[in-house]
């Protein structure tokens, strides 16, 4: 079974930086993209961020460009996100996620909130 374990999530206030991890289990991590989502309240669940899996090709929405980085660890099973430079409306709740083609199922872990306020 494929799991997701997002953490480092939080209140930060305008201008701050969070960093998130995604530790994976249940699937071969070495071989798969992996993409981080966010999705906030009463909007649709969007894509932040994608890393390839060797980690030799991220892809940013343009929203973040510039002030988000995706990272990975393949020894650790892990996937991070840098986030600098955090505005309010990078408010939402973030999901790592990965599509194995496969199966045809895309999973998702359960989230984490980070809330930028002053």
């Known amino acids: 079974q494929v799991q997701f374990v997002e953490s480092g999530g939080g209140l930060v206030q305008p201008g701050g930086s969070l960093r998130l991890s995604c530790a994976a289990s249940g699937l071969t991590f070495d071989t798969n993209g992996i993409s981080w989502y966010r999705q906030a309240p009463g909007m649709e669940r969007e894509l932040v961020a994608t890393?390839?899996?060797?980690?030799?090709?991220?892809i940013y929405a343009d929203s973040v460009k510039g002030r988000f980085t995706i990272s990975r660890d393949n020894a650790k099973n892990t996937v991070y996100l840098q986030m600098n430079s955090l505005k309010p409306e990078d408010t939402a709740v973030y999901y790592c996620?990965?599509?194995?083609?496969?199966?045809?199922?895309?999973?998702w872990g359960q989230g984490t909130q980070v809330t930028v306020s002053s």
């Open positions: 996620s990965t599509y194995i083609l496969s199966r045809k199922v895309r999973y």
């Open positions: 890393i390839t899996s060797t980690g030799d090709r991220t």
